[in-house]
């Protein structure tokens, strides 16, 4: 947080960073509003709270319009840390939790609303696909108004008791706003945080303005004494498997708001329902005259 102590390209205590990261008196750019650049900041020191949460002060923002600008910024909680990669400048196939600020639809026909802000956990074993804004890895997300705001913009992402939340204010009510809430997520301690960001064709700068830990007091099962935290492999234990999410517009596994054909669906089914049940009714009803006549 500021002020800073660094300036340049110089080093910061406790934090690395390398790529086209600069630190100056107000910010720490990942990247400029420049094609092809990619950059991150890393916390030196590894983190070993079992529940914490995280708060971003961040500004994205440049000279593209509508949909002419990009890529995104990455937050992390990870093994590895400053190794570039082609996830929003860092690494890929990464161990650990990242949540991404994608601000550019790569995938023409997707239905989603960008900015687009989605989690993902990883293990080591998956890839993200950026052709499709990493929709098969993704295990929720919501679309956030983020970009190019006069006012200050923040993210909170909390982990407490194997529960994962982010919530934003970037709406400047300086409230906190539910995005993603996700039980089942297991999280060694032990990993790093950090920030990244990259440009392709399209740019955009990328900014932290700050990043504040803070430690959640929180009581535990005593069984989780003798856990090595340590040791946990990054998890999440769904219902539903992320590769259900491809054809899922909106990537979520929470229930959506229903959209105007899926109404349509609904009441077509139901009175689909009514009409069967009064055809039934009336059939049970005539047999059951015709044998009271019989027994007359």
Same mark, same amino acid.
């Given at each position: 947080?500021?002020?800073?102590?660094?300036?340049?390209?110089?080093?910061?205590?406790?934090?690395? *960073?390398?790529?086209?990261?600069?630190?100056?008196?107000?910010?720490?750019?990942?990247?400029?509003?420049?094609?092809?650049?990619?950059?991150? @900041?890393?916390?030196? /020191?590894?983190?070993?709270?079992?529940?914490?949460?995280?708060?971003? +002060?961040?500004?994205?923002?440049? %000279?593209?319009?509508?949909? &002419? +600008? =990009?890529?995104? &910024?990455?937050?992390?909680?990870?093994?590895?840390?400053?190794?570039?990669?082609? /996830? #929003?400048?860092?690494?890929?196939?990464?161990?650990?939790? $990242?949540?991404?600020?994608?601000?550019?639809?790569?995938?023409?026909?997707?239905?989603?609303?960008?900015?687009?802000?989605?989690?993902?956990?990883?293990? =080591?074993? &998956?890839?993200?696909?950026?052709?499709?804004?990493?929709?098969?890895?993704?295990?929720?997300?919501?679309?956030?108004?983020?970009?190019?705001?006069?006012?200050?913009?923040?993210?909170?992402?909390?982990?407490?008791?194997?529960? !994962?939340?982010?919530?934003?204010?970037?709406?400047?009510?300086?409230?906190?706003?539910?995005? @993603?809430?996700? %039980?089942? /997520?297991? !999280?060694?301690?032990?990993?790093? #945080?950090?920030?990244?960001? =990259?440009?392709?064709?399209?740019?955009?700068? +990328?900014? @932290?303005?700050?990043?504040?830990?803070?430690?959640?007091?929180?009581? +535990?099962?005593?069984?989780?004494?003798?856990?090595?935290?340590?040791? @946990?492999?990054?998890?999440?234990? !769904?219902?539903?498997?992320?590769?259900?999410?491809?054809?899922?517009?909106?990537?979520?596994?929470?229930?959506?708001?229903?959209?105007?054909?899926?109404?349509?669906?609904?009441?077509?089914? %139901?009175?689909?329902?009514?009409?069967?049940? $009064?055809?039934?009714?009336?059939?049970? *009803?005539?047999?059951?005259?015709?044998?009271?006549?019989?027994?007359?």
């Amino acid at each position: 947080m500021k002020p800073y102590q660094g300036a340049g390209s110089a080093a910061m205590p406790l934090w690395d *960073f390398q790529g086209s990261t600069m630190v100056t008196s107000q910010y720490v750019r990942l990247t400029p509003d420049e094609r092809s650049r990619e950059g991150s @900041i890393w916390n030196r /020191v590894p983190c070993f709270l079992k529940d914490w949460e995280l708060h971003i +002060h961040f500004k994205i923002h440049g %000279a593209g319009k509508k949909n &002419l +600008h =990009g890529d995104g &910024l990455a937050l992390w909680y990870t093994q590895e840390r400053l190794v570039p990669g082609p /996830v #929003f400048g860092s690494k890929d196939n990464f161990h650990g939790l $990242a949540i991404f600020l994608d601000t550019y639809p790569n995938d023409e026909a997707t239905e989603r609303v960008f900015p687009y802000i989605s989690a993902m956990v990883n293990n =080591g074993s &998956l890839t993200y696909d950026h052709s499709k804004d990493g929709r098969r890895t993704e295990l929720a997300g919501c679309p956030a108004d983020l970009r190019n705001q006069n006012h200050d913009t923040f993210l909170a992402i909390r982990y407490s008791r194997g529960r !994962l939340t982010v919530m934003t204010d970037v709406e400047d009510k300086n409230e906190w706003k539910n995005c @993603i809430d996700i %039980a089942g /997520v297991q !999280l060694p301690t032990g990993y790093f #945080f950090g920030a990244s960001a =990259g440009t392709g064709d399209l740019s955009d700068n +990328h900014d @932290i303005i700050s990043m504040k830990l803070f430690q959640l007091m929180v009581e +535990h099962p005593l069984e989780d004494e003798t856990v090595d935290w340590t040791k @946990i492999e990054p998890s999440v234990s !769904l219902l539903k498997s992320p590769k259900d999410n491809v054809d899922d517009p909106t990537g979520n596994f929470r229930s959506g708001p229903l959209t105007g054909w899926k109404v349509f669906l609904l009441l077509l089914c %139901a009175l689909l329902g009514i009409i069967v049940c $009064a055809v039934v009714g009336a059939v049970v *009803f005539q047999k059951r005259q015709e044998r009271n006549k019989r027994f007359y």
